[in-house]
Structures are given as C-alpha cells and as structure tokens.
Nanobody, 128 residues
Framework: QLQLVESGGGLVQPGGSLRLSCAAS????????IGWFRQAPGKEREGVSC????????TYADSVKGRFTISRDNAKNTVYLQMNSLKPEDTAVYYC?????????????????????WGQGTPVTVSS
C-alpha cells in the first residue's frame, strides 16, 4: 500500500546544490526505513543514503559522505536528500525506496535487495 513519489531533480552546475524530496502515502503507523539510490546510464543501481524510521540512524555511501544529508519529517511524511557540492559523477536518476513495514524502529542499510517499495525516480544532471 505504501507509495513513494520523488521530486526536486533537475539540472545544476558543478558545485551547486539540490534538495530531493520523497513523499510517502498509503501507510498508517508502520515503521519504514527510507533509502535513496541512484542509477547512472549503463551502471547498476547503487545506494546513496538511508535513514531509519525514527530518523535516529543514517548511513551514507563514501562517495557522498560530507556532501549529502538525509533527513525526514514524519509529520509531513517526507524524506529529504540535501545534495551540496555536486559533481558530474553525481548525475543519475535518483530513486526513493522503503524497507518495511516493521513493528518497531530498526537501523537502515544500503542493501538494495532489502527494499521492497520504490518510487518512479527523479533525474539529476550535474553539468556546466
């Protein structure tokens, strides 16, 4: 029943910033970890960042650590990915995904096979 819709992608110059949003609907009181994944042309989908259902635990890929920040506003049913200091290699379609539901909070990871709900993706292009 969970549905995820990404937004906020677009074209940005190297060194610029974007904030992606993942709006969730179709759930009640279940616990879901939310992850951001990306897929560049000709490449496999890779994990970017994830956050636990409570927001207390976050994980980042080494390639984005220190540049990207994941957060969630449960009151708005939205998870954000703030992307700063963007590089051309960040160019990809970015997907929001959810792992769950669970009966209690749990830590997140970037194992793609564990995520069972996916959004449609939003493209990000970093180019001058």
């Amino acid at each position: 029943q969970l549905q995820l819709v990404e937004s906020g992608g677009g074209l940005v110059q190297p060194g610029g910033s974007l904030r992606l949003s993942c709006a969730a609907s179709g759930f009640t009181s279940d616990y879901y970890a939310i992850g951001w994944f990306r897929q560049a042309p000709g490449k496999e989908r890779e994990g970017v960042s994830c956050i636990s259902s409570s927001g207390g635990t976050t994980t980042y890929a080494d390639s984005v650590k220190g540049r990207f920040t994941i957060s969630r506003d449960n009151a708005k049913n939205t998870v954000y990915l703030q992307m700063n200091s963007l590089k051309p290699e960040d160019t990809a379609v970015y997907y929001c995904a959810a792992r769950g539901p669970a009966e209690s909070d749990f830590d997140c990871n970037l194992v793609i096979e564990l995520y069972n709900h996916w959004g449609q993706g939003t493209p990000v292009t970093v180019s001058s």
